[in-house]
């Protein structure tokens, strides 16, 4: 069969290229715009990926790699490359800049970026309890099924409470 197929079209490994440089490739995928640089190919979680090319394939982030291009050297182990702007598909070198872990993480709260956890307690719009039956439950030597039943919730619901699991932070 391999031989039929070489009559039929020829060498199968002539127009087999090597892939081009990665900062070639890069530039593939770049859109510039007023002021960010838009990454137009693959993305995760709205941040750029290129392949290194080799095996094993490994993906970079593209404004990684834009900061290495762009200042001509590796990037420090541990360090982050952390966007002025807020896009993370942005690759404009002038955007980018290096960060520690925390400092990469103060940058994210003071941009309002935070997950914000959802609230404890009666401030908590899925709550069932309150604070009174919380004290009521500490203080009862009930068993849990008959308390649950007793307050109109489940026996874990009650467990979570006598734990210390949920409600913590009441006394």
Do not use: I, Y
């Given at each position: 069969m391999h031989y039929l197929r070489v009559r039929r079209h020829g060498n199968p490994h002539n127009g087999i290229k090597n892939h081009a440089p990665i900062e070639e490739r890069f530039w593939r995928f770049i859109v510039k715009n007023e002021s960010c640089w838009s990454w137009i190919g693959n993305k995760a979680l709205g941040y750029g990926r290129i392949s290194t090319g080799k095996k094993p394939y490994v993906l970079i982030l593209a404004h990684r790699l834009s900061w290495e291009i762009h200042n001509k050297q590796k990037i420090?182990?541990?360090?982050?490359?952390?966007?002025k702007c807020d896009n993370p598909e942005c690759c404009n070198p002038e955007h980018l800049m290096i960060g520690t872990p925390k400092e990469n993480t103060q940058d994210m709260i003071a941009k309002g970026r935070k997950r914000v956890v959802t609230s404890s307690g009666d401030k908590n719009g899925k709550s069932v309890l309150n604070e009174e039956k919380v004290r009521f439950i500490?203080?009862?030597?009930?068993?849990?099924?008959?308390?649950?039943?007793?307050?109109?919730v489940s026996p874990s619901c009650v467990r979570g409470v006598r734990i210390g699991r949920t409600w913590s932070h009441i006394k």
């Open positions: 420090p182990e541990g360090m982050f490359v952390m966007h500490r203080a009862s030597d009930l068993p849990h099924a008959q308390l649950a039943k007793l307050l109109e």
